[in-house]
């Protein structure tokens, strides 16, 4: 049950877009359209963005979007505002032990 | 609208045990499946237990398999976890979400475990 692989930082300018990737394997992120991901920021707790790889909860700005490759998911912010600047982590399904994994965190940082 | 409270948190020598509690409201709770998650200091979420709605199914991650055990109360909409043989790496914030097909909708605001003699 290994974390899923995301870059420890990112950042862009104010208007710009930033895509965040996470890698996992067959038997989790590639084996399941069971991605989601969570925006957290300091000393709150995490909010979902995107489920099912591609949808956006009731509430979230279209900025905001995901996709999928193989066993690489991807979450893009397009028109970066200043409130984006959080930590975002994704998650999936593990397998058929109903089991959950979390990726390792990306730091996000609007210059 | 969901509200999600978690409780028992607090500081415990290593080898003992706590129960953490989250009181749920706002919603149906019995439809609904449940899961911990917990944050250690300046470091990543990480998913510990699942259970799903009657309590038919029950999971957990590698690290706590075995010291750890998830149960529910649908009468008082209540979701527990119980902490037994904890060390110093389960030290960390615990999280309670709500859960449907493995997206976690609704957090609560986490309560504290600190494990140190």
């Known amino acids: 049950q290994s974390a899923l692989t995301q870059p420890p930082s990112a950042s862009g300018s104010p208007g710009q877009s930033v895509t965040i990737s996470c890698t996992g394997t067959?038997?989790?992120?590639?084996?399941?359209?069971?991605v989601s991901w969570y925006q957290q920021h300091p000393d709150k707790a995490p909010k979902l963005m995107i489920y099912?790889?591609?949808k956006r909860p009731s509430g979230v700005p279209d900025r905001f979007s995901g996709s999928k490759s193989g066993n690489t998911a991807s979450l893009t912010v397009t028109g970066l505002q200043a409130e984006d600047e959080a930590d975002y982590y994704c998650?999936?399904?593990?397998?058929?032990?109903?089991?959950?994994?979390f990726g390792t965190g990306t730091k996000v940082t609007v210059l | 609208q969901v509200q999600l409270v978690e409780s028992g948190g607090g500081l415990v020598k290593p080898g003992g045990s706590l129960r953490l509690s989250c009181a749920a409201s706002?919603?149906?709770?019995?439809?609904?499946?449940m899961s911990w998650i917990r944050q250690a200091p300046g470091k990543g979420l990480e998913w510990i237990s699942y259970?799903?709605?009657?309590?038919?199914?029950?999971s957990y991650a590698d690290s706590v398999r075995g010291r750890f055990t998830v149960s529910r109360d649908d009468a008082r909409n209540f979701l527990y976890l119980q902490l037994n043989s904890l060390r110093a790496e389960d030290t960390a914030v615990y999280y309670c979400?709500?859960?449907?097909?493995?997206?976690?909708?609704?957090w609560g605001q986490g309560t504290q475990v600190t494990v140190s003699s």
């Open positions: 706002g919603f149906r709770f019995s439809d609904y499946s």
């Open positions: 979400a709500t859960e449907s097909y493995y997206r976690f909708d609704s």
């Open positions: 259970i799903s709605d009657a309590s038919r199914r029950m």
């Open positions: 099912e790889v591609t």
């Open positions: 067959s038997s989790d992120v590639g084996g399941y359209n069971y």
């Open positions: 998650s999936s399904s593990a397998g058929n032990n109903n089991l959950r994994v």
